[in-house]
């Protein structure tokens, strides 16, 4: 059960056409370009990959592109669900299909207290013997917050090797930083306080920013976790324009029209999302140039 989390790993962005089938050539394109730009983990399905609006078929598609792909990196697979026997039936799946751990969401909408919490991660461990998870904590989307005491509960789950923390509050992230117990990890969810949450004791990020430049972030993680605060902040401010860009509406409304730019899929999202508006577009263009040399990157 041992999973290597340290470093970048990308949440990816899933590809549809102009019909709204996902795009699996323009899937396979992103992860090698991922792949090529020194990411350490894909993560498919996640939020980013507009997951909740997938079928069966299409994830189990996705998982096996995503695996061929990847040239032997850990695939994490995003198996959250607000219903416990759905999001343990993923989970089953994902372990099937050869995944090397999964991302599961808190449950949103439901509101479950810690007792419940507790035991929809106990549901899943039980549903997939073995497999690495990765509790996500996203207030934000899920309406809960999952707070250092209770995380301190979910540890107990030998299964449970990770926390994603997307809350935004720093001193919660340097709490459970604080608190860690041996053979946990604890990665970032944002990219804008990667810098600040590896200084207090996270050892990675989870990206959506990586999607785009992936070489360019996985130096600054990489500067970051061997103390080169100097080179880490300089490929940070280079980097914020494009961070702030692609949170300008939900993600990934803007990260599809950067990917549509970059030639890595069409910027087509299914309801109840929509393109990015022609501000946020623009806005989009205009921090690719900013946050590389000044020219247009595009991928081949």
């Given at each position: 059960?041992?999973?290597?989390?340290?470093?970048?790993?990308?949440?990816?962005?899933?590809?549809?056409?102009?019909?709204?089938?996902?795009?699996?050539?323009?899937?396979?394109?992103?992860?090698?370009?991922?792949?090529?730009?020194?990411?350490d983990t894909l993560i498919p399905l996640g939020t980013t990959g507009e997951a909740s609006t997938l079928l069966?078929?299409?994830?189990?598609?996705?998982?096996?592109?995503?695996?061929?792909?990847?040239?032997?990196?850990?695939?994490?697979?995003?198996?959250?669900?607000?219903?416990?026997?759905?999001?343990?039936?993923?989970?089953?799946?994902?372990?099937?299909?050869?995944?090397?751990?999964?991302?599961?969401?808190?449950?949103?909408?439901?509101?479950?207290?810690?007792?419940?919490?507790?035991?929809?991660?106990?549901?899943?461990?039980?549903?997939?013997?073995?497999?690495?998870?990765?509790?996500?904590?996203?207030?934000?989307?899920?309406?809960?917050?999952?707070?250092?005491?209770?995380?301190?509960?979910?540890?107990?789950?030998?299964?449970?090797?990770?926390?994603?923390?997307?809350?935004?509050?720093?001193?919660?992230?340097?709490?459970?930083?604080?608190?860690?117990?041996?053979?946990?990890?604890?990665?970032?969810?944002?990219?804008?306080?990667?810098?600040?949450?590896?200084?207090?004791?996270?050892?990675?990020l989870v990206s959506v920013l990586g999607n785009v430049l992936p070489r360019e972030t996985a130096g600054m993680?990489?500067?970051?976790?061997?103390?080169?605060?100097?080179?880490?902040?300089?490929?940070?401010?280079?980097?914020?324009?494009?961070?702030?860009?692609?949170?300008?509406?939900?993600?990934?409304?803007?990260?599809?029209?950067?990917?549509?730019?970059?030639?890595?899929?069409?910027?087509?999202?299914?309801?109840?999302?929509?393109?990015?508006?022609?501000?946020?577009?623009?806005?989009?263009?205009?921090?690719?140039?900013?946050?590389?040399?000044?020219?247009?990157?595009?991928?081949?």
């Open positions: 059960m041992t999973l290597d989390l340290t470093g970048l790993a990308v949440a990816l962005a899933t590809p549809f056409t102009a019909a709204g089938e996902v795009d699996l050539p323009a899937f396979r394109k992103l992860v090698r370009h991922l792949v090529g730009g020194g990411v069966d078929a299409e994830r189990d598609a996705l998982i096996g592109a995503c695996l061929e792909e990847s040239k032997g990196r850990p695939v994490v697979v995003g198996t959250g669900s607000n219903a416990t026997r759905q999001a343990a039936a993923f989970t089953r799946r994902a372990q099937e299909l050869g995944a090397a751990g999964a991302l599961v969401v808190t449950p949103y909408y439901n509101k479950p207290n810690a007792d419940g919490l507790v035991a929809h991660y106990a549901a899943i461990a039980e549903a997939a013997p073995g497999l690495p998870l990765i509790a996500y904590n996203v207030p934000g989307r899920t309406g809960l917050n999952v707070t250092p005491p209770v995380l301190m509960r979910l540890w107990e789950n030998p299964q449970v090797v990770a926390v994603k923390e997307s809350s935004g509050n720093l001193a919660q992230i340097a709490e459970i930083a604080r608190s860690l117990p041996p053979g946990k990890t604890l990665l970032c969810g944002d990219d804008n306080l990667a810098l600040a949450a590896i200084a207090v004791g996270a050892t990675g993680v990489a500067a970051a976790r061997r103390g080169n605060t100097l080179e880490a902040l300089q490929l940070h401010q280079q980097l914020m324009p494009l961070m702030d860009a692609l949170f300008l509406e939900s993600n990934p409304i803007p990260l599809k029209a950067a990917l549509k730019l970059l030639g890595l899929g069409e910027e087509i999202l299914r309801l109840p999302l929509m393109p990015a508006s022609a501000a946020t577009r623009t806005r989009v263009a205009e921090a690719l140039c900013l946050s590389t040399d000044g020219t247009f990157p595009g991928v081949m």
